[in-house]
């Protein structure tokens, strides 16, 4: 079981104690947070820093192997060097397994439309940019700790004799894949044991360990 875009203030300590404790729910939390900075998640009508800090110590404290997942917003009205530096920090200390950015976008009938739209396009698309580059050498130092491990894979698809899959840390069409070599007599659906080889940004390879399966 894998739980997806969990708001924030609504993690209770109860949710996270079944996080932890349940065999059958993915060590996975996704958190889209949005921002960092104080004004901005005020003008975005979300909860504080400080919460959020508490929340991520409670939530690391009780599932220390947690994958964590969030989701920022670059260029919100209002959003200052300052503010974006503060979320560019926050992103380079490393906490996050998984990350997506998206340029803000206004749509009328929202809460934020009547904020107007004071940062220019190229600015919003350039800030994603540096968070996401920030985030390729983060993501890609994760995937070489594997390198030599053998953990749990599903199968979700597979080409010839090769089988791509997930690990739990990484959910379905958003996150990275597992490139399994010798899959050739695995069924797609499968959960296999496969030992890491080889590590990219975004992706990992390995070998099934076949002996006992087939």
């Given at each position: 079981?894998?739980?997806q875009y969990l708001y924030p203030a609504?993690?209770?300590?109860?949710?996270?104690?079944?996080?932890?404790?349940?065999?059958?729910?993915?060590?996975?939390?996704?958190?889209?947070?949005?921002?960092?900075?104080?004004?901005?998640?005020?003008?975005?009508?979300?909860?504080?820093?400080?919460?959020?800090?508490?929340?991520?110590?409670?939530?690391?404290?009780?599932?220390?192997?947690?994958?964590?997942?969030?989701?920022?917003?670059?260029?919100?009205?209002?959003?200052?060097?300052?503010?974006?530096?503060?979320?560019?920090?926050?992103?380079?200390?490393?906490?996050?397994?998984?990350?997506?950015?998206?340029?803000?976008?206004?749509?009328?009938?929202?809460?934020?439309?009547?904020?107007?739209?004071d940062i220019p396009q190229e600015v919003?698309?350039?800030?994603?940019?540096?968070?996401?580059?920030?985030?390729?050498?983060?993501?890609?130092?994760?995937?070489?700790?594997?390198?030599?491990?053998?953990?749990?894979?599903?199968?979700?698809?597979?080409?010839?004799?090769?089988?791509?899959?997930?690990?739990?840390?990484?959910?379905?069409?958003?996150?990275?894949?597992?490139?399994?070599?010798?899959?050739?007599?695995?069924?797609?659906?499968?959960?296999?044991?496969?030992?890491?080889?080889?590590?990219?940004?975004?992706?990992?390879?390995?070998?099934?360990?076949?002996?006992?399966?087939?």
């Open positions: 079981i894998r739980l609504t993690m209770s300590d109860e949710l996270i104690d079944v996080i932890a404790g349940e065999e059958k729910i993915c060590k996975y939390i996704d958190l889209p947070l949005q921002h960092v900075n104080e004004d901005v998640l005020k003008a975005m009508r979300r909860p504080t820093h400080a919460f959020t800090e508490k929340l991520l110590d409670k939530i690391l404290n009780k599932i220390p192997d947690a994958t964590l997942r969030t989701t920022f917003i670059t260029g919100f009205p209002g959003e200052t060097k300052e503010a974006f530096e503060e979320l560019e920090a926050l992103v380079k200390k490393g906490l996050f397994h998984h990350l997506g950015v998206f340029a803000y976008s206004q749509e009328e009938l929202t809460p934020a439309f009547p904020l107007g739209d919003k698309e350039g800030r994603a940019d540096i968070l996401m580059r920030a985030q390729k050498e983060i993501s890609l130092k994760k995937n070489r700790s594997y390198i030599g491990k053998t953990i749990p894979v599903i199968i979700d698809r597979k080409e010839k004799d090769r089988g791509f899959g997930r690990r739990m840390a990484d959910a379905p069409d958003v996150d990275n894949e597992v490139t399994v070599r010798n899959a050739k007599k695995i069924p797609v659906g499968s959960i296999i044991p496969v030992k890491i080889t080889g590590a990219a940004s975004y992706d990992v390879t390995g070998t099934a360990v076949l002996e006992g399966l087939v």
